[in-house]
């Protein structure tokens, strides 16, 4: 299991400073720490948070947006007719809730779709492990770079420490 | 027709005179007609367009203020956009940035659709914006007073609003001439 501070200080180090995002019980450990190190600002939606960060790119962040797969429906016009048209890059830190149909209701065909789900988007994406969590960073660092559109990172629950272990 | 709608002036005319006493501030502009009229106005390469993501201008603005906090950001926004994303009310409320000036202009209409009324007839945005925790917040008729109430919120620390009421009329505006990728470009140099 990745520690919630090791995986804060990768995405620190690859050079993210602007943290928004709406919370998920999986992203709780991550949020946690980052309210910590006082680097997370706090949306009400995630179109909204994913908007903020749009405008924190174009003032010279380098943005992550924290939250769950349901927002990735929530946000789906602010990602495509925003961020994809006007090349503005962000790292969508997305829980994977739902994953393999074990979950309440409301996650199931969600968790189902979401990988579809993004690649009808053109949205580029890679799932976390422990192992590879060094590839994942540098894939997203050049993601970033390179295609100047949205990324995301799945996060599945207990590859990364969450508030109650 | 309601009614004040016969003495009040147009979007256009409202934007006309706050362009005036803006410089280089960082600007975002709501989608539909406003961002082509603002484009027909003055265009500037601090100026954001936006013409997809409604709902969503007061946000980027958020995330340009937070990102550049010694700059003042001002956003155009419509009452159609702000009914749209409401919550974005309670986020600049809650974190208060001082740099930032949001301008409603009101019309109580989606125009670039053809007229349809919004419900900003009955829910009054200023009110809202004031219970949501924005520090200044005016409502203003004519043009007198929205150039002596924009002035003097360019000098106090905000957040802000200035809510216009302004009639349907809207100008013969095309749409917004620049690629997107290229007005992320430019606007990004020109707030470096």
């Known amino acids: 299991m990745i520690e919630s501070d090791a995986f804060v200080q990768s995405l620190q180090d690859m050079g993210v400073n602007f943290f928004t995002g709406v919370p998920d019980s999986i992203l709780g450990g991550i949020i946690a720490e980052l309210m910590d190190r006082r680097l997370y600002t706090p949306a009400v939606r995630e179109d909204e948070a994913v908007a903020m960060a749009a405008g924190a790119y174009m003032g010279g962040k380098i943005p992550a947006v924290l939250m769950q797969n349901s927002g990735l429906g929530t946000s789906l016009n602010t990602l495509i007719s925003l961020n994809v048209i006007y090349r503005q890059p962000c790292i969508l830190i997305v829980s994977w809730r739902g994953q393999g149909g074990k979950d309440a209701p409301e996650h199931l065909v969600m968790g189902e779709v979401m990988p579809q789900f993004l690649d009808t988007m053109k949205i580029p994406y890679r799932t976390l492990t422990e192992k590879t969590a060094n590839e994942d960073f540098k894939w997203m660092a050049g993601t970033f770079m390179k295609q100047r559109i949205p990324l995301a990172l799945f996060i599945t629950k207990g590859v990364v420490k969450g508030l109650h272990p | ?192």
């Open chain 2, 1 to 192: 027709m309601r009614p004040e709608q016969g003495t009040l002036i147009s979007r256009a005319q409202a934007m006309a005179a706050l362009l005036e006493l803006l410089t280089d501030q960082p600007l975002i502009v709501c989608n539909g007609f406003p961002s082509r009229e603002v484009q027909k106005m003055a265009d500037r390469p601090t100026h954001f367009y936006m013409i997809g993501s409604m709902g969503n201008a007061p946000a980027i603005a958020l995330g340009v203020a937070l990102a550049k906090p010694h700059k003042q950001v001002v956003t155009f926004d419509g009452d159609g956009n702000v009914l749209m994303g409401m919550g974005t009310l309670a986020t600049v409320g809650a974190l208060k940035p001082k740099n930032f000036i949001h301008v409603v202009f009101d019309n109580e209409v989606y125009g670039t659709t053809g007229n349809q009324p919004t419900i900003s007839n009955v829910v009054p945005l200023d009110k809202v914006a004031k219970a949501a925790g924005y520090v200044n917040v005016e409502r203003v008729l004519d043009r007198e007073d929205l150039i002596y109430e924009f002035k003097d919120l360019l000098k106090k620390d905000g957040p802000s609003m200035l809510l216009i009421k302004v009639n349907e009329f809207a100008e013969d505006a095309g749409r917004v001439v620049l690629d997107p990728p290229e007005i992320t470009q430019r606007f990004m140099k020109a707030i470096e």
